[in-house]
């Protein structure tokens, strides 16, 4: 069914390195942007980053700019975060996310249609 | 950026209640307002997109209204299943923003 599944969460050391994978199934991948969003232990959602369907434009928050590197492999059907220099703060459940759009009068509105389960990353020494 | 504030913060109520949940943004995101729930050790699920549009699937009991900075999310009658967290997001920057979140609890 059309889904989403993340991969590649783990405990790892301050001051290291993690990449995350986000495999979808059964929709055209290379005509969505994606989204990554990250929401810490008993705390709220924090949009992370974004990439268009074609990879050629991305955005990043301010707390993880610099930092981590969103990219995506259309071949694959595949997203991917690059997380380096992780913090303790950086602690959170990641996870990947569809943008969806509709035109409301005349105007393309985009909103987060299809998230994924979501994958702990847990920065710690 | 845009600063998205969910009001309130909890909220208890009963099943059969109707209540209200507001979201204000810092500055006019037109209807670029959507409106998602969450359950504990779940993902968010989409309930409303543009301010007021039902995602397929919702009951009709939820509802949304509001464009520039003010914003509501109305369920009209409480069902059990909808005790959740409850966030705002606002989609007219590029950098995305959320609500802090409304938890819904039962009375």
């Known amino acids: 069914q059309v889904q989403l599944v993340e991969s590649g969460g783990g405990v790892v050391p301050p001051g290291r390195s993690l990449r995350l994978s986000c495999a979808a199934s059964?929709?055209?991948?290379?005509?969505?942007?994606m989204h990554w969003v990250r929401q810490a232990p008993g705390k709220g959602l924090e949009w992370v980053a974004v990439?268009?369907?074609?990879?050629?434009?991305?955005y990043y928050a301010d707390s993880v700019k610099g930092r981590f590197t969103i990219s995506r492999d259309n071949s694959k059907n595949t997203l991917y975060v690059q997380m380096n220099s992780l913090r303790v703060e950086d602690t959170a459940v990641y996870y990947c996310?569809?943008?969806?759009?509709?035109?409301?009068?005349?105007?393309?509105?985009?909103?987060?249609?299809?998230w994924g389960r979501g994958t702990l990353v847990t920065v710690s020494s | 950026d845009i600063q998205m504030t969910q009001s309130p913060s909890a909220l208890s109520a009963s099943v059969g209640d109707r209540v209200t949940i507001t979201c204000r943004a810092s500055?006019?995101?037109?209807?670029?307002l959507h409106w998602y729930q969450q359950k504990p050790g779940k993902a968010p699920k989409l309930l409303i997109y543009?301010?007021?549009s039902l995602q397929s699937g919702v009951p009709s009991r939820f509802s949304g209204s509001g464009s520039g900075t003010d914003f509501t999310l109305t369920i009209s009658s409480l069902q059990p299943e909808d005790f959740a967290t409850y966030y705002c997001?606002?989609?007219?920057?590029?950098?995305?923003?959320f609500g802090q979140g409304t938890k819904l609890e039962i009375k």
């Open positions: 996310v569809r943008e969806g759009f509709t035109m409301v009068r005349g105007v393309e509105v985009w909103y987060l249609d299809l």
């Open positions: 059964e929709f055209t991948f290379s005509t969505y942007a």
């Open positions: 990439i268009s369907d074609d990879g050629t434009n991305k």
């Open positions: 500055q006019s995101i037109n209807s670029f």
């Open positions: 543009a301010a007021s």
């Open positions: 997001q606002q989609s007219h920057s590029t950098l995305y923003s």
